[in-house]
């Protein structure tokens, strides 16, 4: 059973660009929760989605951010005319839902703005 | 809301030394608290879990105690081993529908020394 895979590992953009990343949960698992993590800071909640809902995205940045989770394919996290600051490790998890509640994490994004 | 601390970092101790990770939350209700660790260019793997009051999370060699009366989640282990060096995260968890995200604190990267 394969983990969480998370695409690509490391990702390249300049001011401006537009990047996606991809999240593919564990099989059987229909949550998904996106975290974004800062040099040397703890992970911080992103947003929350269940196949093609939005359940919470209140640690999302009202602009330039957005995610999905289709109902066929990846979730995805796509953020729109990147700066320096979105610079930062994603990290995507998946759960079974309730009342489990482990999340299991992929590898992670890292993104570098130039 | 829900926050978590942990004691601020880095800590280095020698091989078989024993370790403490001290973790503290405030949250409304009764969460879920997680210990997970994160190896170098990894993503989190979950070491232990509590899902309530005086439940004690194990595995590989560490323990914490679920204490509702200090509101704490301290990680333990007896002996560690240079293969223990990596970022370790206290989380908590809250219940019922859109609270399952994971509240994290700021990771205590630990260093084991042969």
């Known amino acids: 059973n394969a983990g969480v895979m998370q695409n690509p590992r490391h990702l390249v953009r300049r001011r401006g660009q537009e990047a996606r990343l991809r999240c593919s949960p564990m099989?059987?698992?229909?949550?998904v929760y996106w975290y974004r993590q800062l040099p040397e800071e703890g992970l911080k909640f992103m947003v929350y989605?269940?196949?093609?809902?939005?359940?919470?995205e209140s640690g999302m940045p009202k602009e330039r951010f957005s995610a999905e989770f289709p109902k066929e394919g990846p979730s995805i996290l796509r953020i729109q005319q990147v700066v320096r600051g979105d610079s930062a490790a994603y990290f995507c998890?998946?759960?079974?839902?309730?009342?489990?509640?482990?999340?299991?994490f992929g590898a992670g994004t890292r993104l570098s703005v130039l | 809301g829900n926050s978590v601390t942990q004691m601020e970092g880095p800590v280095t101790l020698s091989e078989e030394a024993f370790l403490t990770i001290n973790c503290t939350y405030t949250?409304?209700?009764?969460?879920?608290l997680f210990w997970y660790v994160q190896y170098p260019g990894e993503g989190l793997q979950l070491l232990l879990k509590?899902?309530?009051?005086?439940d004690k999370g194990s595995n590989k060699g560490f323990e914490a105690t679920y204490r509702k009366e200090t509101t704490s989640f301290h990680l333990e282990k007896g002996s560690v081993q240079v293969s223990d060096s990596a970022v370790y995260f206290c989380?908590?968890?809250?219940?019922?529908?859109?609270?399952?995200?994971?509240?994290f604190g700021q990771g205590t990267r630990l260093t084991i020394n042969p």
């Open positions: 099989k059987g698992h229909s949550h």
């Open positions: 989380a908590l968890s809250g219940s019922g529908q859109g609270a399952q995200k994971l509240v």
């Open positions: 998890a998946s759960a079974t839902g309730p009342p489990e509640n482990i999340q299991y």
């Open positions: 949250a409304t209700g009764y969460p879920s």
């Open positions: 989605l269940q196949k093609e809902n939005i359940i919470d």
């Open positions: 509590a899902t309530k009051a005086d």
